[in-house]
């Protein structure tokens, strides 16, 4: 088993790219041979209140 992370920084338009994210990169995974799971994760920050280093 093989597994994949992408970090991605903060956008500068959060609602552009939760649309184009869900429109164009999750279909996409559909499309790829041997994915057998798909985990996502939106940083809401950090323990301490601080803004997370990465958006998703």
Known sequence: MQKIT???GHPTDPEAF???YKKNHLPLT???KGVAR??????LGTPDGH???YYR
């Open 18 to 20: 939760e649309k184009y």
């Open 6 to 8: 992408v970090l991605y």
């Open 30 to 32: 559909a499309t790829m």
């Open 51 to 53: 803004k997370a280093e």
């Open 38 to 43: 798909l985990e996502l994760t939106k940083f």
